[in-house]
């Protein structure tokens, strides 16, 4: 893997808690950013900062839902209160609460799963922004993932999610690059 260093930049992790989410914002503090991660537990995700501290790196831990827009309001101006800017930030809470087939999901389901995968990604995208036009640019990283791309059994209403949230980064790249403000997703099996 080739080094990269990112002394000096501060990394908003949304769904840090655990799997890819803990991954990169360990790997990201090792790079030397400080990074401010996020989950809906704050327990869990206070275990993730106390792993990057006692690495040597430097963290805070914020409760936030984000399909709670007071949750992400309040995520954002910790992170600014604590780090005085946000660099780059990576949208990863995620959930699928249906597997199976479509048809099958109630509306409840369906709400869920768009409110935090794609709608939450959208409130975290809008609350950074302006921080980072102010600042002169920034990063955002849409985690979403092959079933947004094609079909995947028993994944349909979790495609869709993750399709939209393809769409999201697309739009938001169109209109931000003007801003030196840089969207990209990554699509993981």
Same mark, same amino acid.
């Given at each position: ?18 799997? #890819?989410?803990?991954?990169? %914002?360990?790997?990201? %503090? *090792?790079? &030397? ?7 809906? $537990? ?18 805070? %831990?914020? *409760? ?21 800017? #946000? ?24 709400? $869920? ?5 794609? $709608? &939450? ?37 979790? !495609?869709?999610? $993750?399709? %939209? ?11 931000? !690059? ?9 699509? *993981?099996?």
């Amino acid at each position: 893997m080739l080094e990269f260093s990112l002394d000096g930049k501060v990394v908003l992790i949304t769904g840090a808690s655990r799997g #890819i989410g803990r991954a990169v %914002a360990l790997r990201l %503090a *090792q790079a &030397g950013a400080r990074v401010v991660v996020s989950s809906r $537990k704050l327990d869990s995700v206070q275990a993730v900062a106390a792993e990057i501290e006692a690495a040597g790196g430097h963290a805070l %831990a914020v *409760q936030a839902h984000v399909g709670q827009p007071d949750d992400v309001t309040a995520l954002v101006a910790r992170a600014i209160e604590a780090y005085g800017r #946000i660099d780059i930030t990576v949208n990863n809470a995620a959930t699928n609460p249906h597997f199976g087939a479509l048809l099958t999901a109630d509306d409840s389901q369906w709400d $869920k799963i768009m409110d935090t995968n794609a $709608k &939450g990604a959208f409130r975290v995208c809008r609350a950074v922004v302006p921080h980072m036009e102010a600042q002169g640019g920034g990063k955002i990283v849409n985690l979403s993932s092959v079933a947004g791309l094609r079909p995947s059994p028993g994944m349909g209403l979790y !495609g869709i999610a $993750k399709a %939209a949230l393809i769409m999201l980064t697309q739009q938001l790249a169109m209109e931000l !690059g003007r801003a030196n403000i840089q969207v990209n997703a990554i699509a *993981q099996e």
